[in-house]
């Protein structure tokens, strides 16, 4: 009882904080992420495209009416590693097929912890496309507003994407966490976003573990502002720090990278490349857990 009151305590003390100091957050936060009513609101305007991140094979069985189909296979390659950014050419095709201009604004929701809705959002953000939200709880929210559901696919017409320029500095590569690791900044924070069983069987030396699942209540929904930043302020986690996130491929790295970025933060990138590449360089440095055999390379790592 006596930690519980304890730790209600903190809580309450970071809140009023952030209330009072901002806690260096944009004046903007709160806006990427929206309830289902706040989406059911949007889609009665005009030019506005809702996008199911659902498989092929869910969509064919029920969706949204009025959504278009974009499945997570579609916005990846593959190589080197799997679920890496589709080049620009790829995303410009996907877009323009299902009837999504420059101007267009996205409203994204899954059926996976919106993971694929995320990694969407994030594509979208490296290619210069600000008017895009994701809806909190994906498709279950959806579901419980109301809003009519059907198997068909929508006619849709096509338009013309084009992408002018990439978002360099929301990405990291293989030598940006190889020069963190021989040159340690205090201010840069690789955080590992896998669950603690994935960490335990080894990680990236120095990442903090922040399971993406806890950016969710357990309904699916995101938790709000207040919630995301108190959780990554306890573990030292602050928004002036360049926190640079991983998971296996990236996919719930983003999902995290949008919960931070709408709780304020601004200096994130998703390191694309992932464990998968981190591991398929022997040569590379694994940290075991505490008391194991821990796998560091002694002296300043060469890539080149």
């Known amino acids: 009882m006596k930690k519980r009151i304890r730790l209600s305590l903190f809580v309450m003390i970071v809140a009023i904080a952030l209330s009072l100091s901002g806690c260096g957050s944009s004046s903007a936060e709160g806006q990427e992420i929206i309830e289902a009513s706040e989406a059911a609101r949007l889609l009665q305007g005009e030019n506005v495209v809702l996008v199911d991140m659902q498989s092929q094979e869910d969509y064919a069985r ?78 279950s929210a959806l579901q419980g507003i109301g809003l009519e559901i ?25 030598e940006d966490i190889i020069n963190q690791l021989n040159n340690p900044d205090k201010n840069v924070v690789i955080l590992d976003t896998r669950s603690p069983e994935e960490y335990a069987e080894g990680r990236i030396p120095g990442a903090i573990l922040m399971n993406y699942l806890d950016n969710n209540f357990s309904d699916g929904a995101y938790k709000p502002v207040q919630h995301i930043k108190i959780q990554y302020l306890e573990n030292g986690i602050a928004p002036e720090k360049t926190i640079i996130m991983y998971c296996r491929t990236s996919v719930r790295a983003s999902q995290t990278y949008l919960a931070l ?34 796998d560091i390379a002694p002296g300043p790592m060469d890539m080149s």
Do not use: C, F
């Open 261 to 294: 970025y709408n709780a304020g933060y601004r200096n994130l990138k998703v390191y694309d490349g992932a464990w998968l590449e981190w591991t398929s360089y022997k040569e590379l440095p694994v940290e075991m857990p505490a008391g194991s055999e821990v």
């Open 150 to 174: 059907t198997a068909e696919a929508p006619q849709v017409a096509a338009a013309a994407y084009t992408i002018s320029a990439k978002k360099e500095e929301s990405i990291a590569d293989l």
């Open 62 to 139: 029920s969706h949204v009416q009025g959504a278009v189909n974009i499945p997570l296979a579609e916005i990846v390659i593959n190589k080197p590693v799997d679920n890496m950014l589709a080049p620009a050419e790829q995303i410009e095709a996907v877009l323009s097929e299902k009837g999504i201009g420059n101007d267009t604004a996205v409203i994204i929701y899954d059926n996976n912890n919106n993971m694929n809705a995320a990694r969407l959002w994030w594509t979208l953000q490296v290619y210069g496309h600000p008017n895009a939200k994701v809806v909190s709880g994906g498709w």
